[in-house]
């Protein structure tokens, strides 16, 4: 992302959104309990179930905007002077498996929506997956310092 | 409840042992394959059992006995809320938990609101993965004898109850039947409203109120208490993740148009 173009405060509510959204989606696996993270002071929530569905859920709303105002933003205004660099499209395309899995998992969840347990399975596992790489793939481009997603031209 | 366990014996768990050690040491086993003969509680290997309540309500003494086993939620929190897609919910309403899929994290009795599925250790998938590491066996509950409605047939415990005081059907019909019951009673109905309705209902002469009172309630031994539905927030925030991506595109397209009209007219001033 142009740093000059975004404030700084919307990188880093970005980044919060993303780490919230990864930490209470985790969660919604049983581990947090069972490896003492949730007995640590402040970490309780974790291994709420419905408190971290909830926190999902609302941190997900939260982010939707965010991607449509970045989306927006890149449309009319940021690829008319730049172009996204080669890391920040794979990150892109992980979001957007991220998004599109998590929007079908959602409407699953909805009381008279119902799909299989195969295609609920690869729906979850495909989610979790993607959020790893997306989460190596952000590391290595940060330590390789090819972190921002946009350039001038 | 015999009924239930001879035909759903094929469905119960044969763990193999010794269990696989579990780290940390917290991880509990579950082990109810030599207690197979429990049967005032639900377990693995006892998906329903009849709850006993003796009251007294206006005047009058009441001993009632309630099958209890899994009320197959409409919106069912195990289905939506466990992380693997074993727990489900079928077109015909029933919820189940598919015993191939299941990794046993009981993520399922602590969202369910009766804490209906039990647990057995040393079955299952989790054995084929990291079984010291992560799952603990595979969750039972219940499974409204699917198999044999797919077939045509009722579930075990309708058939072979003597009294023939239950029965199954179209929400709806069954729903109009229970309001009948209810006025000719008169009585009153659990599962219309409880978590946001269940396709189980019941009808009582005595409040459920009262009945929660007397019941013994515990482990495997589910209450009636009446609670509300604990997934109403998500449904409603699922309406709001369809618009936000929306909304956000045009808050970022106005501030991008504005912007450019902004560069515009300051470029249109320095000339």
């Not at chain 1, 291994?47 to 941190?59: P, S």
């Not at chain 2, 647990?119 to 992560?134: E, F, I, M, N």
Request: one cysteine or more; proline letters at 7%; glycine letters at 10%.
């Amino acid at each position: 992302m142009n740093k000059r173009a975004l404030p700084l405060w919307l990188g880093v509510f970005f980044k919060i959104l993303v780490f919230v959204l990864a930490a209470s989606g985790l969660a919604q696996m049983p581990i947090f309990k069972r490896y003492y993270i949730a007995d640590i002071p402040g970490l309780g929530w974790l291994a709420q179930f419905y408190v971290t569905h909830l926190v999902h859920y609302v941190a997900a709303v939260l982010f939707l905007a965010l991607v449509g105002y970045f989306l927006g933003r890149y449309v009319f205004e940021w690829r008319l002077s730049g172009r996204l660099r080669a890391g920040a499209r794979v990150r892109v395309f992980l979001f957007a498996v991220i998004i599109g899995t998590g929007a079908m998992r959602v409407a699953k969840n909805l009381p008279d929506v119902h799909f299989s347990p195969t295609t609920t399975m690869l729906l979850d596992w495909i989610h979790l997956f993607a959020v790893i790489v997306l989460g190596l793939t952000a590391l290595g481009l940060r330590l390789a310092g090819r972190g921002g997603y946009f350039i001038r031209r | 409840m015999y009924a239930c366990r001879d035909v759903n014996a094929p469905k119960f768990p044969e763990p193999k042992k010794p269990f696989p050690k579990m780290y940390p040491d917290r991880v509990p086993v579950q082990d109810w394959s030599d207690k197979r003969e429990v049967a005032d509680r639900l377990t693995p290997y006892n998906w329903l059992y009849i709850q006993r309540a003796h009251v007294r309500y206006e005047g009058e003494d009441w001993d009632i006995n309630i099958p209890r086993r899994c009320l197959h939620c409409r919106n069912p929190p195990c289905a939506n809320l466990c992380p693997w897609g074993a727990a489900r919910k079928l077109d015909n309403g029933i919820v189940r938990i598919d015993d191939r899929i299941c990794l046993g994290g009981s993520k399922c009795n602590k969202v369910c609101p009766w804490h209906i599925p039990q647990r057995q250790t040393g079955v299952g998938l989790y054995l084929k993965l990291l079984p010291s590491y992560a799952g603990n066996g595979v969750m039972y509950k219940c499974d409204r004898c699917y198999d044999r409605i797919a077939a045509g047939e009722i579930p075990a415990c309708i058939e072979a109850c003597p009294f023939g005081v239950q029965s199954i059907g179209p929400r709806e019909e069954i729903l109009a039947r229970a309001h009948k019951l209810a006025r000719e009673m008169p009585g009153f109905i659990y599962g219309e409203q409880e978590n946001g309705g269940t396709n189980t209902l019941y009808v009582s002469p005595v409040p459920f109120e009262i009945l929660n009172e007397a019941i013994e309630k515990g482990p495997g031994r589910p209450g009636l208490a009446r609670y509300p539905d604990r997934l109403e927030a998500e449904a409603d925030l699922s309406g709001a993740m369809l618009i936000a991506p929306f909304a956000g595109v045009a808050a970022g397209a106005l501030h991008a148009v504005r912007l450019a009209r902004k560069n515009r007219s300051e470029g249109g001033d320095d000339e």
